[in-house]
């Protein structure tokens, strides 16, 4: 071991080759420079910020007019932690079920000109610390898209949690467009006053309105504002309501691509989960795990950069390094095989 202090780049290229263990023992057992209790006290030392994510992802953007801004969030698993600071107890759709985690709030940016999407801002759900909601964060990093990086976008894509009175009238606000589903227990009123709000799922549907969707009041919302809602039927145990201020939309099957586009937040999610350990710090501290978290995601940011530079996914990129250690084995094998 020497006396060379840790950087952020070298946690970063820990996380960017290991492939089955993310914790700080793992890198210290197989460090030539550093112990278990180097890293440890790097990660409590260290202040990774969102802003860094922007600084590393910006260059690459391909920017558009046409281009969606996606919220939505995830719960890095800690349910067999139990000292952990911003651990708390949180529905997990991944999970479908509520378990203790660390709720990361994010936002992505898509391009559907080019099939492409990139991490641009998030926030950790810790509401003992900082005493915001996740819409708190969502409103946030909203600002900062349209004021401070000035992200030219057509629309915002978010998921039900986030379809609130709040969220939405700020989008209009702003002149953008929004799509989004609400629940089907959302009261709705499609008589303009003429008869009380119900449940959107007991609205009666001509076949005018299957085809080119429905004028409807939220309940709450201001005198007189109207949406439109499309009701896809995507199987025989699920239909969706999807909201949108795009009151020319006619298309069921646009708001059904545009709500598509959402899946792009949620590729992220799991490619992050499963190629760069987000999930998997041990560290106790708050600090720790957000420092962490920020790290896998400057990874992810690094991996996806040379996915579209190669043309390869980045399973492929990350995966390839497993490849390349069986080839050289099976060349040179480190313990070889002999038989009685």
């Known amino acids: 071991m020497t006396d060379k202090k840790i950087k952020q780049i070298d946690y970063c290229q820990f996380l960017l080759v290991s492939q089955i263990n993310y914790t700080q023992t793992y890198f210290g057992d197989h460090s030539e420079e550093w112990s278990h209790d180097q890293i440890n006290r790097y990660l409590r030392g260290e202040r990774i910020t969102p802003h860094q994510v922007w600084e590393n992802v910006q260059s690459d953007l391909i920017l558009s007019e046409h281009g969606y801004i996606v919220f939505d969030d995830t719960v890095a698993d800690k349910r067999h932690s139990f000292q952990i600071e911003p651990v708390r107890q949180q529905w997990s759709g991944n999970a479908k079920a509520v378990i203790k985690g660390i709720g990361i709030v994010t936002c992505v940016y898509v391009n559907p000109e080019e099939d492409a999407f990139w991490i641009i801002d998030y926030r950790l759900y810790d509401p003992d610390r900082d005493g915001k909601t996740k819409i708190d964060h969502l409103m946030e990093m909203l600002r900062n898209c349209r004021y401070q990086k000035k992200l030219p976008f057509h629309a915002v894509l978010m998921d039900t949690w986030y379809a609130t009175r709040k969220i939405m009238r700020y989008i209009e606000k702003l002149e953008k467009k929004y799509y989004c589903p609400i629940k089907t227990n959302r009261n ?62 006619d298309s069921p099957q646009a708001a059904k691509d545009k709500r598509g586009l959402c899946w792009k937040i949620e590729q992220f999610h799991r490619e992050a989960k499963q190629i760069t350990g987000v999930e998997k710090c041990q560290c106790r501290s708050q600090r720790a795990q957000r420092n962490h978290i920020g790290c896998s995601i400057l990874v992810w940011v690094h991996l996806k950069r040379l996915a579209y530079q190669t043309g390869k996914t980045i399973y492929q990129l990350k995966f390839g390094l497993l490849s390349d250690y069986m080839r050289e084995q099976l060349t040179q094998p480190s313990i070889r095989m002999a038989l009685a």
């Open 188 to 249: 709705v009123d499609d008589t303009d006053g003429q008869q009380a709000h119900q449940r959107v799922d007991q609205l009666v549907w001509s076949e005018t309105e299957k085809e080119h969707g429905k004028l409807i009041h939220i309940k709450d919302f201001p005198k007189g504002h109207r949406v439109k809602v499309f009701r896809l039927v995507l199987s025989t145990k699920r239909t969706d309501y999807v909201v949108t201020n795009d009151l020319e939309q």
